[in-house]
């Protein structure tokens, strides 16, 4: 697939269009011509179409069976299924039931199930397989984990080897089909679903299965891995034909809006033959970002336009088509067919990492040991934890030898660089702080110390004053004493 393969679906008519007028025009099993409501023709050509005779097996041998192939042997591949509500989309993808017996019945998802099995009991013992599942739906711009609904803000990242990454999402290793669907079913069990005028059972998330298929022959000693991604998105909706009101409502803006910046994504992708070199807004919505290898990156992407035949629902069938229509143009990357990640690969930039991570490591610990011989153990351990948080320490502070590895986080000299310069302007700053603390005490001391010596000078003078007092009071008695023994002297000498 040198491009998107884009295919589109029209299911036939439900018990609300019975009766109503057909707007589609078969040209053949590429091209077709469809009438909206104001009788305008517009003309599409696809890789393939399916109309409404089409089966379930039909849609997986031309759409999915390549891709699966390809998985198994360490090439990615994403199927997304696209249309408005209650077009068909999740029929397509799980069927009338994901363990539904009926092989005419029997969807994209179960299919898949049961063709990666097939082709690892085909390759025999000389090859080793394992695959792990995956199952997220994107729910009011939260990535939420359907086998584990604890984990219900999901990070996503971006991995310089590994490409877009759910961050610690809940991955099973499945050993059969039969386990795999009993797996599923507990997973579709947990998706958010609701009524509307147009769906009794809509889907309020766009639903994401991942299987992980790792590959090792065992003779040469070489592993590689791939990934099949497949991608339920919950209907565009207009309001007057869903009757959505409430939370319902609410849920239809946030699925509207991220199918809008899917679009964005489109346009951007297709606006020009230079479309590399403009900006690509994959960040403006979960859904985007998580796609953003599929639509640009290293993995084989097909495209499934699901539509009704309705003459009432062809605006809304046209607008899906044209979203197809753009797709088509979205021509991959140069590494998409090679996608392979051998074990050589996968050694040397595990390695680089190591390498990366070991100098991050290092710096961070010099850092707080020299914060160690200058601040408190507290605040050590708070800036410790900010190393942990930010991913420039492996190992928690507080404990001694053990290192957590995270191939997701890889960081550069220059952000090491940065840390380390603000961290040392931390430090002066603290050093600062204490200097001054310091003089200050100085200047308190040297205030006491005087403080102490006015109370002695005091006390001392208060003790001189004390004995003046004493001493006037004596001379005070004499000076009486003998004037009385004067006055005493010369009454006696005039008698």
């Known amino acids: 697939m040198a491009s998107i393969c884009v295919c589109a679906r029209f299911r036939p008519l439900n018990s609300r269009e019975d009766g109503e007028a057909i707007c589609i025009t078969r040209s053949d099993s590429q091209s077709f011509s469809i009438k909206d409501e104001k009788d305008e023709q517009y003309m599409f050509s696809f890789d393939k179409v399916f109309y409404e005779d089409s089966e379930q097996a039909d849609v997986y041998e031309f759409l999915a069976r390549p891709i699966v192939r390809d998985a198994?042997?360490?090439?990615?591949?994403?199927?997304?299924?696209?249309g408005q509500t209650g077009a068909g989309k999740t029929f397509t993808m799980e069927g009338a039931n994901i363990l539904e017996a009926d092989n005419l019945k029997k969807g994209l998802l179960p299919r898949v199930v049961d063709e990666l099995f097939d082709a690892i009991i085909f390759c025999g013992e000389a090859t080793a397989y394992k695959i792990k599942l995956s199952m997220v739906e994107i729910y009011m711009e939260k990535v939420r984990d359907l086998f584990d609904l604890s984990k219900d803000n999901i990070q996503i990242k971006e991995h310089k080897s590994h490409g877009i990454v759910l961050s610690g999402v809940t991955e099973i290793p499945i050993l059969d089909g039969e386990e795999a669907l009993k797996v599923l079913c507990g997973g579709i069990a947990n998706r958010a679903v609701g009524e509307t005028q147009m769906n009794a059972g809509s889907s309020r998330s766009h639903c994401i299965y991942m299987f992980t298929i790792q590959k090792e022959v065992t003779n040469e000693k070489r592993v590689s891995s791939g990934k099949v991604v497949l991608v339920d998105l919950a209907g565009s909706e207009k309001v007057e034909k869903t009757g959505a009101e409430g939370k319902v409502l609410e849920e239809a803006k946030t699925i509207n809006k991220s199918l809008s910046a899917l679009g964005n994504v489109i346009s951007a992708l297709t606006s020009s033959p230079h479309a590399k070199s403009l900006h690509i807004p994959?960040?403006?919505?979960?859904?985007?970002?998580?796609?953003?290898?599929?639509?640009?990156?290293?993995?084989?992407?097909?495209?499934?336009?699901?539509?009704?035949?309705?003459?009432?629902?062809?605006?809304?069938?046209?607008?899906?088509?044209?979203?197809?229509?753009?797709?088509?143009?979205?021509?991959?990357?140069?590494?998409?067919?090679?996608?392979?990640?051998?074990?050589?690969?996968?050694?040397?930039?595990?390695?680089?990492?190591?390498?990366?991570?070991?100098?991050?490591?290092?710096?961070?610990?010099?850092?707080?040991?020299?914060?160690?011989?200058?601040?408190?153990?507290?605040?050590?351990?708070?800036?410790?934890?900010?190393?942990?948080?930010?991913?420039?320490?492996?190992?928690?502070?507080?404990?001694?030898?053990?290192?957590?590895?995270?191939?997701?986080?890889?960081?550069?000299?220059?952000?090491?660089?940065?840390?380390?310069?603000?961290?040392?302007?931390?430090?002066?700053?603290?050093?600062?702080?204490?200097?001054?603390?310091?003089?200050?005490?100085?200047e308190w001391q040297v205030m006491k110390d005087e403080n102490k010596v006015m109370r002695q000078v005091r006390k001392r003078i208060k003790a001189k004053l004390a004995q003046t007092k004493k001493l006037y009071l004596v001379m005070g008695l004499s000076f009486g004493v003998l004037a009385s023994s004067c006055f005493s002297f010369v009454l006696l000498a005039s008698s």
Request: with cysteine; glycine share 4%.
């Open 282 to 442: 994959f960040r403006d919505s979960k859904l985007t970002r998580l796609l953003q290898d599929a639509l640009g990156g290293s993995s084989q992407t097909a495209l499934l336009c699901c539509c009704s035949p309705s003459l009432s629902n062809s605006s809304e069938s046209v607008s899906t088509l044209r979203f197809g229509a753009r797709a088509k143009h979205i021509k991959a990357s140069s590494s998409r067919v090679m996608s392979s990640n051998s074990k050589e690969d996968i050694d040397r930039k595990q390695q680089e990492i190591s390498a990366l991570n070991d100098v991050k490591q290092q710096i961070a610990e010099r850092i707080l040991k020299k914060l160690r011989e200058k601040l408190d153990a507290e605040t050590v351990n708070l800036i410790g934890e900010e190393f942990v948080m930010e991913g420039l320490l492996l190992s928690d502070p507080t404990t001694s030898g053990s290192m957590i590895t995270d191939d997701e986080s890889v960081i550069t000299s220059q952000t090491i660089a940065s840390w380390k310069e603000a961290t040392q302007k931390l430090v002066n700053t603290i050093l600062e702080l204490r200097r001054e603390n310091v003089i200050m005490k100085e």
């Open 72 to 82: 198994v042997n360490s090439i990615n591949g994403t199927i997304i299924t696209y």
